[in-house]
């Protein structure tokens, strides 16, 4: 069984800040992907940002990227300079290969200030 | 094109009512998926169709039956809700069922409220 840890309390960030967002996972498999999604209040999941598990470089995409840390099953997301519009619940979710089931963590909620 | 389409986009039905949930997506897509998300938790998985074949139920009860017409669609078809089934229910979408490093994206979801 795969299992998603997000345990951090809601967050406020100032407007051009950098913010970590922590996600650590559990699984015996050694293929799979961590993704992480934003969902703002409209409630659409929006894909943000994918690491695989053979992946050798930390993956970026934009304003976002991810410190992946596989010895200690660590994938934290990084959004660098906030804005307004970032503000919402960050989920980090893992999924094994041969598997359609993906594993949600609980989410972070992130409020950015002006 | 990366959309998925899902309507309508709110909902309100009784618990005698009989209702669909449509989903769309013209991504050439093999997996789709139904979630149901409560309020500040992360979405459940319901319903997963793999190849226009239904692969995954978990465990849901019978009153939420899942279709796949044809590759591109998928509905959800409610029928004596309780309103505890109250929720925002998102559909997905992936290129290849079970294949890494394929992400599923998702529609902006139905908000139902059941009464």
């Known amino acids: 069984a795969q299992k998603i840890t997000q345990t951090q309390p809601g967050m406020f960030v100032q407007e051009k800040e950098a913010v970590t967002l922590d996600c650590t996972y559990d699984t015996s498999d050694p293929s799979y992907g961590l993704f992480w999604y934003k969902q703002p209040s409209s409630g659409e999941m929006i894909f943000l940002i994918y690491?695989?598990?053979?992946?050798?470089q930390n993956a970026t995409e934009g304003r976002y990227s991810l410190n992946f840390q596989k010895a200690r099953k660590s994938a934290n997301l990084v959004i660098s300079a906030s804005q307004l519009g970032d503000s919402a619940m960050y989920f980090c979710a893992l999924r094994t290969y041969g598997n359609n089931r993906l594993a949600f963590g609980k989410g972070n909620q992130v409020v950015v200030i002006p | 094109d990366t959309e998925v389409t899902q309507t309508p986009k709110h909902l309100v039905m009784g618990m005698t009512n009989k209702k669909s949930l449509k989903c769309e997506q013209h991504m050439g897509h093999r997996a789709m998926y139904w979630y149901k998300q409560k309020a500040k938790k992360p979405p459940e998985l319901m319903f997963v169709y793999s190849y226009e074949k239904l692969s995954i139920n978990e465990s849901v009860p019978s009153r939420f039956s899942p279709e796949c017409p044809n590759s591109s669609l998928l509905n959800l078809h409610l029928h004596a809700l309780q309103p505890e089934d109250s929720a925002l229910y998102l559909c997905a979408s992936s290129q290849e069922p079970g294949q890494l490093p394929y992400e599923q994206y998702f529609g902006p979801g139905t908000r139902l409220t059941v009464t």
């Open positions: 690491q695989g598990s053979y992946d050798q």
